[in-house]
């Protein structure tokens, strides 16, 4: 049995092997950079068909939160490399940093906590194993001005519940490679994940957990196209950043994309050739990764609140007036007063709520703010330290 490191040299992946009773090198850092980044033309593909006609290839869903979701039509499309795939497509009030806070984690404590608010029960926990910064050697624009010159590739397990966990093990757990690009003006960024190759994710997940990459399929990846749209004012609650996230199965290795060639397929042998690739856990992981995309604006809220600095009691002053700071009401003995925790200034119920809070990342609880408070919280711009440190 060999189990990930969670302490990898620079050199690539390390996992312990217990029959040799050392960290033995399962895949180099180049092989990890290479192996994540071939499946960037595939969200590139994604993205062009956002910007002209989604209609006839893909079949939508209910929407959630904002979020439009999306489900590849079996016989539609013309790419025969993908078994499966959906697509979910946002626009957020918040700026690129505070989605790659989402995405970007420090540790696997840190993810942990991320992914469990973004999944819910769908999704037990995650870990990171490996993750370095390198130069980035591609060209991924053709303006060399904007071309970004790093990228923070890593190694990382998400666990996910099956859809019928009593037929089999109550969990699955899947290893990714990631590589995460921000632009250097800070409007834009990719974030890529792919499972590690068979030969790999089996030295990193314990065979009775690895279900997702059981079958004809080769890997389960996800793109994140991530764009700033509109910078009204100064704050982060005042940009809107277009998100579309893109998971796909695919039916072969990236080096073999495009050997099938759809012109040679018809729409009915297209949707059988699909159909033989299909996998029930492999879906599940992708549908859930989509479907993260709802939960994003909800996290980065309340994270955006556990930046503050909060007070314990209403200030002096503002209990020995019974009035609302904001609407200027006056409190009678039977109506309730509330004080802000940002400000400790004394409102009414209609001029504060309760708010969601996480600080630090992973403990998430309730406190009254007032309006305005809220409304500063909003017009702030957080330092990209504060958010993506990795980066």
């Given amino acids: 049995m060999r189990t990930a490191s969670s302490l990898s040299e620079n050199e690539g992946l390390m996992v312990h092997d217990h029959g040799v009773g050392m960290k033995i090198l399962v895949m180099m850092s180049q092989e990890i950079a290479d192996d994540v ?9 994604a993205v062009e068909q956002t910007a002209t006609d989604t209609g006839s290839r893909w079949k939508q869903r209910r929407p959630k939160n ?34 790659l806070s989402v995405l970007v984690h420090q540790d696997s404590e840190e993810m942990d906590a991320t992914v469990n608010s973004l999944g819910g029960r769908k999704v037990r ?18 303006d060399v001005n904007t071309q970004p010159d790093a990228a923070l590739f890593g190694v990382q397990t998400v666990v996910v519940r099956p859809k019928l966990s009593v037929r089999r093990s109550s969990k699955l757990r899947i290893g990714f490679s990631t590589c995460t690009i921000r632009f250097p003006k800070r409007d834009r960024a990719y974030h890529l994940m792919k499972t590690l190759p068979k030969r790999v994710h089996s030295r ?20 994140w196209d991530i764009r700033l749209v509109n910078q009204a004012a100064y704050g982060s ?24 060639h759809p012109a040679s397929l018809s729409s009915s042998v297209l949707a059988q050739h699909r159909k033989s690739y299909a996998s029930p856990d492999a879906e599940r992981v992708a549908s859930v990764l989509t479907k993260s995309l709802c939960e994003f604006e909800t996290v980065i809220r309340r994270r ?3 930046f503050q600095t909060f007070v314990s009691h209403a200030k002096e002053e503002a209990v020995d007036s019974p ?20 400000c400790g200034h004394v409102v009414c119920g209609e001029c504060s709520g309760m708010y969601d809070v996480e600080a630090p990342i992973g403990r998430v609880y309730k406190q009254r703010y007032c309006i305005a ?5 909003d017009a702030c711009h957080f330092d990209d330290e504060d958010l993506v440190p990795a980066l």
Avoid: M, W
């Fill in 37 to 45: 980044l071939a499946t960037f033309p595939k969200l590139q593909d």
């Fill in 66 to 99: 904002g979020v439009n979701l999306f489900e590849l039509e079996p016989n539609s499309g013309n790419d025969a490399d993908v078994a499966h795939a959906f697509l979910a497509t946002a626009e957020l009030r918040c700026h690129v940093n505070e989605v």
């Fill in 125 to 142: 926990g995650g870990g990171v194993y490996y993750q370095q910064l390198h130069l980035l050697e591609s060209q991924l624009v053709n």
């Fill in 204 to 223: 990193v997940v314990s065979e009775s957990e690895s279900g997702v990459l059981e079958g004809k399929h080769d890997h389960v990846a996800t793109g």
């Fill in 237 to 260: 609650g005042n940009h809107t950043t277009r998100v579309i996230a893109h998971p796909y199965i695919s039916a072969v290795p990236p080096s073999e994309f495009g050997r099938l």
């Fill in 304 to 306: 955006r609140l556990g």
């Fill in 323 to 342: 009035i609302c700071l904001i609407c200027r009401v006056t409190f009678s003995f039977f109506r309730r007063d509330h004080f802000c925790r940002i």
């Fill in 373 to 377: 408070c809220i409304r500063r919280v």
